[in-house]
């Protein structure tokens, strides 16, 4: 297998964007990432995304980027695993590089959330849970995670405070990216204070519906250099899966198919979690975070809301996470979210990141979800 | 590259499988094809369709389904591009393998269309078309192949009555194959009396909706040989795309993805046109047919009527289509029947065809089409 490196990024800012269309924003990605790499050469286009048909009326998404961004003729795919549709696309790019079917892969992953109406949106995102056996009982997808949330607090003794600390990283360093949905502080105060949405889940704890669209251009290693930055790649693409019902699982506390997928991981990067200095984690609701830091071995099996009050999720901490915002302050637009993961991972490496960079940042690993946990892609990147 | 080959087929009838969920269809077909190949060995799943958050409320279907057939923890994701979905799915399994990434990979597509009401099913399939450019203007998806139809008659000089052997044909070898949608014969006479759906356009011009879900089985091809039955090999996997308008084409009534799609397929299995001795076409509409055989190399452009007429398309002519049914015949399960066309290729080259068993098959080809000629995925197989 040929070593894979991301040659360049790119990313429209995550906001309610009215004057853009989904492929409108998809192309503003793919060109960013283009001219970031300084090439125009693309052999095929995966694109990530969940929600095309009931937001924007189209299936047909890849080839209607090729379409629209000039590349008429290459070959082109959509591909879906609800919100890790970004991750999976990547996933399968890595591979088409890496298997040598082709030199130059463009992933996008875009989203169009804001232009479904209200409750329109809340069954859409439902799609991604099990629709005969969880959906039909009328549980939405942030009731789901409520449950888990409960279940949690009640098993490890944790009170609605304790997660704050996520909420708070994610808003600070959304502060410093220029691409975020918010740059509003949050304080413990505004966390306590936010509007319950779905107990124990309130506003603070759930990432906000937007639109937004992140690229990245992938050729094999030798081929991404580009004087006078350090070239990033691809050091493990892992995906494990797990029920799609949270009641089929014998733990439904512990992210089993998070725990298979940083495995394998960690395997193929030659890592051990303590190697990873910066991790964008699935932030999706607090819950997730916490959840998912510990799965992938950063935090004891019940104790991960301790390194948020310990500082240890920082710029400065143990396990920075969220370090542009994660989807708590950038914003979650759902299939383009694991391409986002993946730009910010990136310009860490890169050193890029200004007031949120992590200092001597050379492991990045990022994590995107499917439902409440059934699909968890991780992608573990380094220095070349 | 690992060589790549079909180590187990399996498919459900295609219907309206009122009593079947979408899962329950993709997962017949799924353990088919485990018990065809004599294997229970599964390391990934691509799912090829088109239709699920529409017509089941359900994205994440190749979770979904690994969780279905008990392969829980094995990677998943589905795959979308139209009507293509099943061709494209089965491009990025066959990948998977001779990367050398997965040893067992279960390519399934599947499709359940009659849940969805009338009119909702019309604008559902519309999503396969430009929603910007085509779909906005009121046109629906069999308009703009009327579209084509009309102009390619104009064109040529052909009347109506010329392209009625392919819908006698599909139908005629339907009869014999017990998963096929119809077991009718069609006469000339009822070719002609058909209601009309969109001129030129009539009910025998036109696949019908239908549920039903295929599966096949990959593995390196060493691994799949079965004692008693030839081993089908993957000879050639290859996609190329066009602009999701059809106005956008400087010539409409030739398929210029189909073109280069076939050219690399060629290439890569190292063959002709006039080597081909199975061709399952993508006859969605009796002018699709028509336009796949000269863009693939078997008619002259606008004379691709003449092969029907001449009684070339048939089982013992020239290049026999549509030999288990066709879309036409068989039926037309969107995102299923890029994997239904490859089951019964390898039907025909273990030759398990019965009375439309075609004399001698070594190599057949599946030709399978998304939206009208955007995305065109052409798979060749051959005996090991």
């Known amino acids: 297998m040929e070593k894979v490196a991301i040659a360049g990024i790119g990313q429209t800012p995550v906001s309610e964007n009215w004057d853009k269309s989904l492929k409108e924003l998809a192309g503003d990605a793919a060109f960013a990432a283009l001219q970031d790499a300084g090439s125009e050469e693309v052999d095929a286009i995966f694109v990530g995304n969940m929600l095309s048909a009931t937001s924007a009326g189209q299936a047909?998404?890849?080839?209607m980027l090729a379409d629209w961004i000039d590349a008429r003729g290459v070959e082109a795919v959509k591909v879906e695993s609800a919100c890790s549709s970004g991750g999976s696309a990547l996933r399968l790019g890595i591979m088409a590089v890496a298997s040598g079917e082709f030199e130059s892969v463009l992933v996008v992953g875009a989203e169009k959330m804001t232009e479904v109406k209200g409750s329109e949106i809340t069954a859409a995102l439902a799609t991604a849970a099990d629709a005969d056996w969880e959906v039909s009982q009328g549980v939405s997808f942030v009731a789901l995670n409520a449950l888990l949330m409960r279940r949690y607090m009640y098993e490890y003794g944790w009170k609605h405070d304790d997660f704050a600390p996520f909420s708070v990283n994610a808003h600070e360093n959304a502060l410093h990216n220029p691409f975020a949905r918010f740059h509003q502080r949050v304080t413990l105060d505004a966390y306590r204070k936010a509007p319950m949405i779905c107990s124990p889940i309130n506003l603070m704890d759930a990432s906000p519906?937007?639109?937004?669209?992140?690229?990245?251009?992938?050729?094999?290693?030798?081929?991404?250099?580009?004087?006078?930055?350090?070239?990033?790649?691809?050091?493990?693409?892992?995906v494990a899966t797990d029920t799609l019902a949270i009641h089929d699982r014998k733990n439904p506390?512990?992210?089993?198919?998070?725990?298979?997928?940083?495995?394998?991981?960690?395997?193929?990067?030659?890592?051990?979690?303590?190697?990873?200095?910066?991790?964008?984690?699935?932030?999706?609701?607090?819950?997730?975070?916490?959840?998912?830091?510990?799965a992938c071995g950063f935090a004891a099996r019940g104790q991960g809301p301790r390194l948020g009050l310990?500082?240890?999720?920082?710029?400065?901490g143990r396990i920075p996470i969220a370090t542009r915002g994660g989807l708590k302050g950038r914003g979650h637009p759902v299939g383009a979210t694991g391409i986002y993961q993946v730009v910010e991972a990136a310009q860490q490496l890169r050193g890029e990141c200004g007031p949120t960079q992590v200092d001597g940042a050379r492991i990045a690993m990022t994590q995107n979800i499917g439902g409440s946990g059934a699909t968890i892609v991780t992608h573990i990147l380094g220095i070349a």
Do not use: N
């Open 209 to 238: 519906t937007c639109d937004g669209a992140a690229a990245v251009l992938l050729t094999r290693s030798e081929r991404a250099h580009k004087p006078g930055r350090p070239t990033v790649e691809i050091l493990a693409s892992a």
């Open 60 to 63: 047909h998404l890849g080839t």
């Open 310 to 316: 310990d500082g240890e999720i920082g710029i400065q």
């Open 253 to 294: 506390t512990w992210l089993r198919a998070a725990e298979l997928s940083t495995q394998k991981a960690y395997a193929q990067a030659g890592i051990q979690p303590q190697d990873v200095d910066v991790f964008e984690a699935h932030d999706a609701f607090s819950i997730m975070a916490v959840l998912s830091l510990e």
